[in-house]
Protein backbone atom coordinates (compact mmCIF):
# COMPACT_ATOMS: atom_id res chain seq x y z
CA UNK A 1 0.00 0.00 0.00
CA UNK A 2 1.64 3.32 -1.08
CA UNK A 3 0.40 6.47 -0.28
CA UNK A 4 1.42 9.58 -1.93
CA UNK A 5 0.94 13.48 -0.93
CA UNK A 6 1.09 15.47 -4.14
CA UNK A 7 4.04 18.30 -2.99
CA UNK A 8 2.94 21.71 -4.67
CA UNK A 9 3.58 25.76 -3.44
CA UNK A 10 -0.04 25.24 -1.51
CA UNK A 11 0.62 24.34 2.77
CA UNK A 12 -0.66 22.45 5.22
CA UNK A 13 1.38 19.12 3.91
CA UNK A 14 2.77 18.41 7.19
CA UNK A 15 -0.06 18.24 9.07
CA UNK A 16 -1.88 16.13 7.04
CA UNK A 17 1.50 13.84 6.35
CA UNK A 18 1.14 13.73 10.80
CA UNK A 19 -2.48 13.22 10.68
CA UNK A 20 -1.89 10.05 8.70
CA UNK A 21 1.23 9.16 10.87
CA UNK A 22 -1.27 9.40 13.85
CA UNK A 23 -3.32 6.48 12.63
CA UNK A 24 -0.45 4.36 11.91
CA UNK A 25 0.24 5.05 7.82
CA UNK A 26 3.38 6.10 6.00
CA UNK A 27 3.14 8.52 3.12
CA UNK A 28 5.16 10.19 0.59
CA UNK A 29 5.59 14.01 0.00
CA UNK A 30 6.64 14.33 -3.97
CA UNK A 31 5.95 16.36 -7.01
CA UNK A 32 7.76 13.33 -8.92
CA UNK A 33 5.10 12.28 -11.71
CA UNK A 34 6.24 8.54 -11.72
CA UNK A 35 5.88 8.27 -7.87
CA UNK A 36 2.25 9.64 -8.03
CA UNK A 37 1.15 7.59 -10.86
CA UNK A 38 2.41 4.47 -9.50
CA UNK A 39 0.81 5.09 -5.52
CA UNK A 40 -2.17 3.48 -4.18
CA UNK A 41 -3.87 5.90 -3.11
CA UNK A 42 -3.01 10.02 -3.61
CA UNK A 43 -3.92 13.06 -1.73
CA UNK A 44 -3.88 16.59 -2.76
CA UNK A 45 -3.51 18.65 -0.27
CA UNK A 46 -4.20 22.45 -0.70
CA UNK A 47 -4.29 25.98 1.58
CA UNK A 48 -3.72 29.09 -0.55
CA UNK A 49 -4.91 30.99 -3.43
CA UNK A 50 -6.42 28.96 -6.90
CA UNK A 51 -4.26 30.94 -9.45
CA UNK A 52 -1.15 31.05 -7.89
CA UNK A 53 -1.61 27.05 -7.08
CA UNK A 54 -3.20 26.52 -11.19
CA UNK A 55 -0.22 27.94 -12.26
CA UNK A 56 2.66 25.92 -10.36
CA UNK A 57 0.52 23.08 -11.46
CA UNK A 58 0.67 23.56 -15.30
CA UNK A 59 4.37 24.95 -15.30
CA UNK A 60 5.21 20.90 -13.86
CA UNK A 61 2.53 19.69 -16.00
CA UNK A 62 1.33 18.00 -12.69
CA UNK A 63 -2.37 19.23 -14.16
CA UNK A 64 -2.17 16.63 -16.44
CA UNK A 65 -0.42 14.18 -14.66
CA UNK A 66 -3.71 14.31 -11.70
CA UNK A 67 -6.64 14.57 -14.21
CA UNK A 68 -5.79 11.32 -15.53
CA UNK A 69 -5.16 9.42 -12.25
CA UNK A 70 -6.83 5.97 -12.07
CA UNK A 71 -6.48 5.37 -8.35
CA UNK A 72 -8.69 6.92 -5.53
CA UNK A 73 -7.68 10.26 -5.38
CA UNK A 74 -8.46 12.71 -2.52
CA UNK A 75 -8.28 16.60 -2.80
CA UNK A 76 -8.73 18.53 0.80
CA UNK A 77 -9.62 21.79 0.84
CA UNK A 78 -7.93 24.79 -1.83
CA UNK A 79 -7.13 20.64 -3.74
CA UNK A 80 -10.85 20.12 -3.49
CA UNK A 81 -11.29 23.23 -5.49
CA UNK A 82 -9.04 22.85 -7.89
CA UNK A 83 -10.66 19.90 -9.10
CA UNK A 84 -13.62 21.70 -10.04
CA UNK A 85 -14.25 23.43 -13.61
CA UNK A 86 -13.70 26.74 -12.31
CA UNK A 87 -12.54 29.35 -9.48
CA UNK A 88 -13.72 32.96 -8.67
CA UNK A 89 -10.82 33.27 -7.11
CA UNK A 90 -8.72 35.34 -9.54
CA UNK A 91 -11.19 33.86 -12.14
CA UNK A 92 -9.14 30.45 -12.54
CA UNK A 93 -9.97 27.66 -15.14
CA UNK A 94 -9.11 24.63 -12.33
CA UNK A 95 -8.59 20.99 -13.11
CA UNK A 96 -12.47 20.32 -14.34
CA UNK A 97 -12.82 16.77 -12.98
CA UNK A 98 -15.98 17.90 -10.98
CA UNK A 99 -18.61 20.25 -13.15
CA UNK A 100 -19.00 22.18 -10.05
CA UNK A 101 -18.30 25.67 -9.90
CA UNK A 102 -16.45 27.10 -7.06
CA UNK A 103 -17.72 30.80 -5.94
CA UNK A 104 -16.94 33.31 -3.05
CA UNK A 105 -19.16 33.32 -0.17
CA UNK A 106 -21.30 36.91 0.21
CA UNK A 107 -23.85 37.52 2.52
CA UNK A 108 -26.29 39.48 1.62
CA UNK A 109 -27.94 39.73 4.95
CA UNK A 110 -26.28 42.33 7.40
CA UNK A 111 -25.51 41.39 10.63
CA UNK A 112 -26.37 37.76 10.60
CA UNK A 113 -23.16 37.11 11.98
CA UNK A 114 -21.90 35.49 8.66
CA UNK A 115 -17.91 36.27 8.53
CA UNK A 116 -16.02 35.63 5.54
CA UNK A 117 -14.22 33.54 5.25
CA UNK A 118 -16.14 30.91 7.19
CA UNK A 119 -13.78 29.50 10.03
CA UNK A 120 -14.50 27.04 12.73
CA UNK A 121 -16.47 23.72 13.36
CA UNK A 122 -19.69 23.18 10.81
CA UNK A 123 -21.59 19.86 10.28
CA UNK A 124 -21.78 17.49 7.32
CA UNK A 125 -24.59 16.07 6.40
CA UNK A 126 -26.39 14.06 3.34
CA UNK A 127 -23.43 11.57 3.14
CA UNK A 128 -22.98 9.34 0.60
CA UNK A 129 -20.27 6.79 -0.54
CA UNK A 130 -17.86 5.09 1.80
CA UNK A 131 -15.48 8.04 2.38
CA UNK A 132 -18.34 8.36 5.36
CA UNK A 133 -18.29 5.01 6.19
CA UNK A 134 -18.98 5.06 10.38
CA UNK A 135 -19.49 8.96 10.04
CA UNK A 136 -22.58 9.88 12.02
CA UNK A 137 -24.92 12.41 9.99
CA UNK A 138 -24.49 16.37 11.00
CA UNK A 139 -20.84 15.36 12.19
CA UNK A 140 -18.71 18.10 12.64
CA UNK A 141 -15.28 18.77 10.74
CA UNK A 142 -13.33 22.23 10.66
CA UNK A 143 -13.71 24.31 7.66
CA UNK A 144 -11.33 27.53 7.10
CA UNK A 145 -12.32 28.99 3.13
CA UNK A 146 -13.77 32.26 1.52
CA UNK A 147 -14.76 30.38 -1.48
CA UNK A 148 -16.99 27.16 -2.19
CA UNK A 149 -18.18 24.06 -4.72
CA UNK A 150 -22.27 24.97 -5.68
CA UNK A 151 -24.25 21.56 -4.91
CA UNK A 152 -24.11 19.79 -7.76
CA UNK A 153 -24.50 15.89 -8.96
CA UNK A 154 -20.93 14.87 -7.76
CA UNK A 155 -22.03 15.97 -4.25
CA UNK A 156 -21.59 13.45 -1.43
CA UNK A 157 -21.87 15.38 1.68
CA UNK A 158 -23.41 18.96 2.15
CA UNK A 159 -22.84 22.18 4.94
CA UNK A 160 -24.67 25.09 5.50
CA UNK A 161 -23.16 28.36 5.89
CA UNK A 162 -25.10 31.39 3.74
CA UNK A 163 -26.24 28.68 1.87
CA UNK A 164 -26.24 24.70 1.44
CA UNK A 165 -23.07 24.27 -0.65
CA UNK A 166 -20.68 21.15 -1.29
CA UNK A 167 -18.40 19.94 1.82
CA UNK A 168 -17.40 16.81 -0.47
CA UNK A 169 -17.71 15.88 -3.92
CA UNK A 170 -16.73 12.56 -5.90
CA UNK A 171 -16.90 11.36 -9.53
CA UNK A 172 -15.23 8.02 -10.33
CA UNK A 173 -11.85 7.73 -8.57
CA UNK A 174 -11.85 10.86 -7.63
CA UNK A 175 -12.46 12.50 -3.79
CA UNK A 176 -12.88 15.55 -2.63
CA UNK A 177 -13.32 17.46 1.11
CA UNK A 178 -13.42 21.10 1.81
CA UNK A 179 -13.15 20.69 5.04
CA UNK A 180 -9.18 19.60 7.19
CA UNK A 181 -9.64 15.92 7.59
CA UNK A 182 -6.14 16.18 9.29
CA UNK A 183 -7.52 19.10 11.97
CA UNK A 184 -11.14 17.55 12.93
CA UNK A 185 -10.45 15.07 15.73
CA UNK A 186 -11.47 11.61 15.42
CA UNK A 187 -14.20 12.19 12.72
CA UNK A 188 -11.38 13.72 10.58
CA UNK A 189 -9.50 10.69 11.28
CA UNK A 190 -12.16 8.50 10.72
CA UNK A 191 -12.38 9.87 6.83
CA UNK A 192 -8.80 9.80 6.18
CA UNK A 193 -9.04 5.95 7.25
CA UNK A 194 -11.95 5.41 5.05
CA UNK A 195 -10.31 6.69 2.10
CA UNK A 196 -6.85 4.69 2.55
CA UNK A 197 -9.60 1.70 2.84
CA UNK A 198 -11.43 2.55 -0.07
CA UNK B 1 -24.59 25.33 11.53
CA UNK B 2 -20.93 27.14 12.37
CA UNK B 3 -20.20 26.41 15.72
CA UNK B 4 -18.48 28.88 18.69
CA UNK B 5 -15.42 27.90 19.51
CA UNK B 6 -13.96 27.39 22.89
CA UNK B 7 -10.23 28.02 23.05
CA UNK B 8 -7.69 27.19 25.65
CA UNK B 9 -4.27 28.83 26.03
CA UNK B 10 -1.32 27.48 27.62
CA UNK B 11 1.88 29.60 28.28
CA UNK B 12 4.56 27.95 27.57
CA UNK B 13 7.68 28.56 29.10
CA UNK B 14 11.58 27.16 28.24
CA UNK B 15 9.36 24.47 26.28
CA UNK B 16 6.74 23.63 29.32
CA UNK B 17 3.73 24.65 30.63
CA UNK B 18 3.02 27.83 32.90
CA UNK B 19 0.51 28.91 35.33
CA UNK B 20 1.10 32.24 36.38
CA UNK B 21 -1.17 34.17 38.74
CA UNK B 22 -0.32 37.85 38.03
CA UNK B 23 3.17 37.03 36.43
CA UNK B 24 3.92 36.03 39.64
CA UNK B 25 4.49 32.34 41.09
CA UNK B 26 4.86 31.39 37.83
CA UNK B 27 4.46 27.25 38.65
CA UNK B 28 5.31 24.21 36.15
CA UNK B 29 1.79 22.64 35.10
CA UNK B 30 3.57 19.76 32.70
CA UNK B 31 4.14 19.12 29.09
CA UNK B 32 2.27 21.37 26.83
CA UNK B 33 1.80 18.70 24.53
CA UNK B 34 -0.06 16.32 26.65
CA UNK B 35 -2.14 18.82 28.25
CA UNK B 36 -3.44 19.83 24.58
CA UNK B 37 -3.79 16.57 23.69
CA UNK B 38 -6.29 16.30 26.74
CA UNK B 39 -8.34 19.75 26.02
CA UNK B 40 -8.55 18.18 21.94
CA UNK B 41 -10.24 14.85 23.37
CA UNK B 42 -12.29 16.84 26.09
CA UNK B 43 -13.84 18.65 23.17
CA UNK B 44 -11.64 22.00 22.80
CA UNK B 45 -12.15 23.91 19.28
CA UNK B 46 -8.78 24.98 18.98
CA UNK B 47 -5.51 25.50 20.96
CA UNK B 48 -3.46 28.59 21.68
CA UNK B 49 0.69 28.05 22.81
CA UNK B 50 2.04 31.10 23.66
CA UNK B 51 5.70 31.14 24.41
CA UNK B 52 6.44 33.61 27.19
CA UNK B 53 10.48 32.43 27.05
CA UNK B 54 12.57 34.94 26.65
CA UNK B 55 16.22 33.61 25.37
CA UNK B 56 17.73 33.97 22.63
CA UNK B 57 17.36 29.52 22.15
CA UNK B 58 13.80 30.39 21.76
CA UNK B 59 13.34 30.37 18.10
CA UNK B 60 14.72 26.58 18.30
CA UNK B 61 13.10 25.77 21.32
CA UNK B 62 9.52 26.86 20.06
CA UNK B 63 9.85 25.10 16.42
CA UNK B 64 10.41 22.09 17.99
CA UNK B 65 7.86 22.11 20.39
CA UNK B 66 5.19 23.18 17.54
CA UNK B 67 6.85 20.30 15.53
CA UNK B 68 5.64 17.80 18.87
CA UNK B 69 2.56 19.50 18.90
CA UNK B 70 1.55 18.70 15.52
CA UNK B 71 2.41 15.54 15.59
CA UNK B 72 0.18 14.70 18.46
CA UNK B 73 -2.96 17.16 18.61
CA UNK B 74 -5.67 16.59 16.21
CA UNK B 75 -7.53 20.01 15.95
CA UNK B 76 -6.05 23.26 14.62
CA UNK B 77 -3.67 25.41 16.86
CA UNK B 78 -2.15 29.02 16.94
CA UNK B 79 1.44 29.56 17.98
CA UNK B 80 2.34 33.45 19.16
CA UNK B 81 4.84 35.23 21.64
CA UNK B 82 7.69 37.10 19.88
CA UNK B 83 7.08 36.45 16.35
CA UNK B 84 8.52 39.33 13.92
CA UNK B 85 9.28 38.19 10.62
CA UNK B 86 8.18 35.99 7.70
CA UNK B 87 10.93 33.59 8.51
CA UNK B 88 9.99 32.83 12.14
CA UNK B 89 6.66 32.53 10.36
CA UNK B 90 8.04 30.38 7.75
CA UNK B 91 9.83 28.17 9.92
CA UNK B 92 6.50 27.59 12.79
CA UNK B 93 4.26 26.94 9.66
CA UNK B 94 6.71 24.44 8.08
CA UNK B 95 6.53 22.63 11.80
CA UNK B 96 3.32 22.11 11.45
CA UNK B 97 1.31 25.69 13.55
CA UNK B 98 -1.76 26.11 11.51
CA UNK B 99 -1.82 29.83 12.68
CA UNK B 100 0.48 32.17 14.13
CA UNK B 101 -0.71 35.07 16.45
CA UNK B 102 0.92 38.77 15.84
CA UNK B 103 1.08 41.60 18.40
CA UNK B 104 3.14 44.37 19.35
CA UNK B 105 5.50 43.53 15.86
CA UNK B 106 2.94 43.88 13.76
CA UNK B 107 1.67 47.22 15.26
CA UNK B 108 5.53 48.38 15.18
CA UNK B 109 5.57 47.39 11.60
CA UNK B 110 2.13 46.83 10.01
CA UNK B 111 3.89 45.56 6.78
CA UNK B 112 4.16 42.32 8.14
CA UNK B 113 0.58 41.67 8.26
CA UNK B 114 0.04 42.15 4.73
CA UNK B 115 3.57 40.06 3.99
CA UNK B 116 2.40 37.12 6.00
CA UNK B 117 -0.96 37.33 4.63
CA UNK B 118 0.31 37.87 1.08
CA UNK B 119 2.69 34.57 1.36
CA UNK B 120 1.07 32.20 4.01
CA UNK B 121 -2.90 33.41 2.90
CA UNK B 122 -5.23 35.36 5.81
CA UNK B 123 -6.34 32.44 7.21
CA UNK B 124 -2.92 31.82 8.98
CA UNK B 125 -2.98 35.35 10.41
CA UNK B 126 -4.07 35.99 13.40
CA UNK B 127 -3.69 39.40 14.99
CA UNK B 128 -3.53 39.66 18.88
CA UNK B 129 -5.10 42.72 20.85
CA UNK B 130 -3.89 43.59 24.14
CA UNK B 131 -6.35 46.91 24.90
CA UNK B 132 -7.24 48.56 27.85
CA UNK B 133 -10.20 51.08 28.68
CA UNK B 134 -8.86 54.20 30.04
CA UNK B 135 -10.80 56.94 31.80
CA UNK B 136 -12.18 59.11 28.65
CA UNK B 137 -14.05 55.93 28.29
CA UNK B 138 -12.06 54.35 25.19
CA UNK B 139 -10.72 51.22 24.40
CA UNK B 140 -6.70 52.10 23.65
CA UNK B 141 -4.10 49.47 22.25
CA UNK B 142 -1.33 48.24 24.52
CA UNK B 143 2.00 46.97 23.50
CA UNK B 144 4.63 44.57 24.95
CA UNK B 145 2.41 42.64 26.92
CA UNK B 146 0.26 45.30 28.21
CA UNK B 147 3.56 47.40 29.71
CA UNK B 148 3.27 50.04 27.27
CA UNK B 149 0.41 52.28 26.43
CA UNK B 150 -0.07 53.79 22.94
CA UNK B 151 -2.59 56.45 21.41
CA UNK B 152 -4.06 54.59 18.78
CA UNK B 153 -7.58 53.44 19.87
CA UNK B 154 -8.19 49.37 19.27
CA UNK B 155 -11.48 49.72 17.06
CA UNK B 156 -8.76 51.67 14.53
CA UNK B 157 -5.75 49.31 14.97
CA UNK B 158 -7.87 46.52 14.41
CA UNK B 159 -9.98 47.45 11.00
CA UNK B 160 -6.11 48.80 9.56
CA UNK B 161 -4.89 45.07 10.44
CA UNK B 162 -7.43 43.34 8.74
CA UNK B 163 -7.49 45.75 5.53
CA UNK B 164 -4.44 44.74 5.67
CA UNK B 165 -4.79 41.08 5.67
CA UNK B 166 -5.40 39.72 9.26
CA UNK B 167 -7.67 36.54 9.08
CA UNK B 168 -8.48 36.89 12.89
CA UNK B 169 -8.85 38.96 15.82
CA UNK B 170 -7.70 37.83 19.23
CA UNK B 171 -8.88 40.63 21.92
CA UNK B 172 -7.45 40.70 25.10
CA UNK B 173 -9.11 42.92 27.57
CA UNK B 174 -6.70 44.07 30.37
CA UNK B 175 -9.13 45.11 32.70
CA UNK B 176 -11.15 42.01 32.65
CA UNK B 177 -8.14 39.56 32.31
CA UNK B 178 -7.15 37.85 35.34
CA UNK B 179 -10.12 39.13 37.26
CA UNK B 180 -13.07 36.32 36.05
CA UNK B 181 -15.87 39.10 36.32
CA UNK B 182 -16.56 38.30 32.32
CA UNK B 183 -15.64 39.17 29.45
CA UNK B 184 -15.26 42.86 27.76
CA UNK B 185 -19.08 42.62 26.30
CA UNK B 186 -18.78 46.27 24.66
CA UNK B 187 -15.97 46.27 22.92
CA UNK B 188 -15.84 42.59 21.63
CA UNK B 189 -18.95 43.74 20.36
CA UNK B 190 -17.33 46.47 18.68
CA UNK B 191 -15.25 44.44 16.91
CA UNK B 192 -17.41 41.48 15.98
CA UNK B 193 -20.11 43.84 14.36
CA UNK B 194 -17.52 46.49 12.27
CA UNK B 195 -14.87 43.43 11.31
CA UNK B 196 -15.65 41.33 8.49
CA UNK B 197 -13.38 38.75 10.22
CA UNK B 198 -13.72 36.47 13.32
CA UNK B 199 -13.12 37.78 16.45
CA UNK B 200 -11.58 35.61 19.64
CA UNK B 201 -12.95 37.09 23.41
CA UNK B 202 -9.93 36.97 25.72
CA UNK B 203 -9.84 37.83 29.36
CA UNK B 204 -12.55 37.65 31.99
CA UNK B 205 -14.13 34.24 31.90
CA UNK B 206 -15.19 33.16 34.79
CA UNK B 207 -17.97 31.50 35.15
CA UNK B 208 -19.87 29.26 31.77
CA UNK B 209 -22.65 32.88 32.12
CA UNK B 210 -19.69 34.77 30.81
CA UNK B 211 -19.14 32.67 27.98
CA UNK B 212 -23.01 32.71 27.32
CA UNK B 213 -22.64 36.49 27.16
CA UNK B 214 -19.62 36.74 25.18
CA UNK B 215 -21.06 35.21 22.58
CA UNK B 216 -25.27 35.89 22.38
CA UNK B 217 -24.23 39.77 23.64
CA UNK B 218 -21.05 40.56 22.50
CA UNK B 219 -21.34 38.18 19.38
CA UNK B 220 -18.21 37.01 19.58
CA UNK B 221 -17.25 34.08 17.24
CA UNK B 222 -14.61 32.32 19.67
CA UNK B 223 -13.70 32.52 23.57
CA UNK B 224 -10.25 31.87 24.79
CA UNK B 225 -9.44 31.28 28.58
CA UNK B 226 -6.73 29.59 30.30
CA UNK B 227 -6.80 29.34 34.46
CA UNK B 228 -10.50 28.24 34.48
CA UNK B 229 -9.35 25.02 32.04
CA UNK B 230 -6.09 24.98 33.81
CA UNK B 231 -7.31 24.92 37.66
CA UNK B 232 -10.09 22.67 36.42
CA UNK B 233 -12.98 25.35 37.76
CA UNK B 234 -14.39 24.59 34.28
CA UNK B 235 -14.29 21.41 32.29
CA UNK B 236 -14.69 22.14 28.85
CA UNK B 237 -17.46 19.24 27.98
CA UNK B 238 -19.84 20.92 30.99
CA UNK B 239 -19.36 24.60 29.41
CA UNK B 240 -20.57 22.57 25.86
CA UNK B 241 -23.49 20.85 27.58
CA UNK B 242 -24.24 24.43 29.35
CA UNK B 243 -24.35 26.76 26.21
CA UNK B 244 -26.23 23.95 24.28
CA UNK B 245 -28.95 23.99 27.00
CA UNK B 246 -28.40 27.69 26.24
CA UNK B 247 -29.27 27.54 22.50
CA UNK B 248 -26.08 28.28 21.14
CA UNK B 249 -24.13 26.17 18.94
CA UNK B 250 -21.08 24.33 20.28
CA UNK B 251 -19.79 21.35 18.77
Redesign the interface.
Given at each position: MSLVIIKYNAGNIQSVLYALERIGMQAIVTDNVQQIQSANKVIFPGVGEASTAMAYLKERGLDAVIKNLQQPVLGICLGMQLMCTHSEENDTDCLGIFEERVKKFIDNSSGNGNKVPQIGWNNIYNLKTGLFKDIPENAYCYFVHGYYAALGQHTIAATDYIQPYSSALQKDNFYGVQFHPEKSATVGEQIIKNFIEL | ?????IIPCLDIKDGRTVKGINFENIRDAGDPVELGALY?AQGA?ELVFLDITATVEKRKTLSELVNKI???I???FTVGGGISSVEDVSVL????A?KISINTSAFKNPQLIHDLAKQ?????VVLAIDTKKEADGEWYVYLNGGRTKTATKCIDWAKQAVELGA??ILLTSMNNDGTKQGFALDITQQL??T????VIASGGGGTMEHFKDVFTQA?A??ALAASIFHFKEIAIPDLKRYLQGQQIAV?
Amino acid sequence: MSLVIIKYNAGNIQSVLYALERIGMQAIVTDNVQQIQSANKVIFPGVGEASTAMAYLKERGLDAVIKNLQQPVLGICLGMQLMCTHSEENDTDCLGIFEERVKKFIDNSSGNGNKVPQIGWNNIYNLKTGLFKDIPENAYCYFVHGYYAALGQHTIAATDYIQPYSSALQKDNFYGVQFHPEKSATVGEQIIKNFIEL
Amino acid sequence: MLTKRIIPCLDIKDGRTVKGINFENIRDAGDPVELGALYAAQGADELVFLDITATVEKRKTLSELVNKIAHQINIPFTVGGGISSVEDVSVLLQNGADKISINTSAFKNPQLIHDLAKQFGSQCVVLAIDTKKEADGEWYVYLNGGRTKTATKCIDWAKQAVELGAGEILLTSMNNDGTKQGFALDITQQLSETLAVPVIASGGGGTMEHFKDVFTQAKADAALAASIFHFKEIAIPDLKRYLQGQQIAVR
